[in-house]
């Protein structure tokens, strides 16, 4: 088994087992609160992250770790290989008891993510993927649609913020749909359900660096709202937008997005 095949069985297992747990966890009850900004945490995020870093780096003692319940450390940056983990993307979601709630772990080597799974609990949904192997969804191969025209494509955006007046050319009428995991939005479009996922704020690497692998593998382009790749475990954990796509559909959108000026951070 190739070092990428066993690191993927690995947080395969990790994630099933964390979806379990945040099951039982909400079953349970859960205590809530926010965090410095305003977004919401709960005890299930807490425990998910506590079993998830002892059982990878248990498992992988010389990796790094990054995660959003974690407080970042450089030490990080020093180690070829990290886990990237969201221990629940959609904290809103899984409260609330809907199901776009899902939990992404990815391992990452030399800046670019090798193995990665998605896992939708609530949905019975696993999607898998390693570098250069192909990506699935309950085992089964999935591939990012072939649309090739923007008119009419199915895109998980807000559909505000692409339908106002500040664009020099307009979009076509396309149908848009919300979820609330942004790493479950871009499973969607790796496995062809939708076209594209389009957010031009800023993202988490957590909540992006396995749906990127899985997307990429499934034939989608991954980039940022200017065209630029994405590189990995850097000093800061952030990525400057989100454009995930159908291939064909990935240059039309760039060249509408690209004269939008990078967010400050």
Not at 47 to 61: E, I
């Amino acid at each position: 088994m190739s070092d990428y095949a066993s690191d993927l069985a690995l947080i395969r297992d990790a994630a099933l087992a964390a979806g379990e747990l945040a099951l039982a966890e909400r079953e349970a009850g859960l205590k809530t609160w926010s965090k410095t900004g305003g977004s919401p945490v709960t005890s299930a995020d807490m425990a998910v992250d506590r079993v998830l870093k002892d059982v990878l780096l248990s498992a992988r003692p010389d990796y790094g770790w990054l995660s959003e319940e974690t407080e970042d450390s450089a030490e990080r940056l020093a180690r070829r290989r990290i886990f990237v983990v969201d221990p629940i993307d959609g904290t809103v979601a899984y409260m609330k008891g809907k199901p776009w709630w899902c939990i992404p772990i990815a391992v990452v080597e030399d800046g670019r993510p090798v193995a990665a799974v998605i896992h939708a609990p609530a949905l019975n949904e696993t999607f898998c993927a390693t570098l250069g192997g192909g990506a699935t969804l309950n085992g089964q191969p999935i591939s990012a649609s072939d649309t090739d025209d923007l008119d009419d494509a199915s895109v998980l955006a807000d559909a505000r913020l692409m339908e106002g007046p500040h664009w020099d050319e307009p979009w076509p009428p396309m149908r848009y749909e919300k979820r609330n995991a942004i790493a479950y939005r871009m499973a969607l479009v790796a496995a062809g359900a939708f076209d594209a996922a389009i957010a031009l704020t800023p993202k988490w690497d957590w909540d992006i660096c396995a749906g990127a692998l899985i997307a990429e593998e499934a034939g989608a382009v991954v980039s940022d709202h200017h065209g630029q790749p994405w590189r990995f475990n850097q000093a800061d954990p952030r990525q400057n937008s989100l454009i995930c796509s159908a291939p064909a559909l990935h240059p039309l959108i760039v060249g509408r997005t690209a004269p939008i000026p990078l967010a400050p951070r």
